[in-house]
């Protein structure tokens, strides 16, 4: 049994070139290097994903809010928010409006799996008020931190409601993952950890029978960058960057797989004409 999965685009975001593309391993070379660059990427989808499977619907992140441009809804006080990105986020393109396009009522979504709670990532929480969340252990401490603001997660927009469920990983190896989370009865759908991005990085395996789809968030910002083992600019720890991504590769070695990544323009390309990443 395969899986519908539909790749959903909420606006795009425009950053440093050297935060979409790091030129030094350290971080705190890799944030000076954002912070004084004067170049900008082109603009870069911000993706998500929802998953028809028979348990219900399964929403991979909620993409970015049409109120990000908005004033006072990046902190003033932040200079990578305030400087260091560009968006464009319609009400349309937010990801309730889009699924609504599609004609799913983001209502009706039984899970929502974040892959972290970057702004990004997280904008588009209040549309499904109805749903279970579920993300890493150490994702969920992360926001409920002194620091989670200065880390890029917008907990003041975090709706009153939202109560998410921390994973350990707790359900053996798989794969070329030592850890993983069966999110589904079947075991069809997999979480496993993809830390480097940020510490509680977590990226999505669908077991389409022949072929995986692996729905990675930002473990890597595109396909090239996957195989290249590149890391991105505000990476928290590039050692587990490094190890994360090998480990995806190791998995496209082992089974044909489809590679998901929130800003790579190729993603839905890749998802519609299945096309597999050769590593």
Not at 64 to 79: F, L, T
């Amino acid at each position: 049994m395969s899986f519908k999965i539909h790749c959903i685009t909420t606006g795009w975001v425009q950053i440093k070139i050297h935060h979409q593309l790091a030129r030094f391993l350290k971080r705190p070379l890799r944030v000076l290097d954002v912070l004084t660059d004067r170049k900008w990427s082109p603009q870069l989808p911000i993706g998500c994903w929802l998953i028809e499977h028979s348990e219900g619907l399964i929403m991979v992140d909620t993409g970015e809010s049409a109120h990000a441009n908005d004033k006072g809804y990046q902190p003033w006080w932040h200079p990578f928010m305030q400087f260091c990105e560009r968006r464009g986020v319609k009400p349309s393109e937010q990801v309730g409006g889009n699924l609504k396009s599609l004609g799913f009522d983001p209502l009706a979504v039984k899970t929502v799996v974040m892959t972290h709670m970057h702004g990004d990532h997280a904008g588009g929480i209040p549309d499904f008020p109805n749903s279970r969340f579920v993300l890493s252990e150490t994702e969920k401490a992360a926001i409920s931190k002194p620091d989670a603001v200065f880390n890029g997660y917008l907990t003041m927009h975090y709706p009153s409601w939202f109560a998410p469920e921390g994973i350990a990983f707790n359900d053996g190896a798989f794969e070329s993952f030592e850890r993983s989370h069966k999110l589904t009865a079947d075991g069809k759908i997999r979480l496993v950890p993809t830390p480097g991005h940020t510490l509680g990085h977590m990226s999505v395996v669908v077991d389409q029978g022949d072929h995986y789809v692996l729905i990675g968030g930002d473990a890597s910002y595109c396909e090239a960058y996957l195989k290249n083992g590149d890391v991105d600019g505000v990476c928290v720890d590039e050692n587990l960057h490094h190890q994360s991504t090998a480990k995806i590769r190791e998995l496209c070695n082992r089974k044909p797989t489809i590679t998901q990544f929130a800003h790579d323009r190729q993603s839905e390309e890749r998802l519609e004409n299945k096309v597999f990443t050769r590593c």
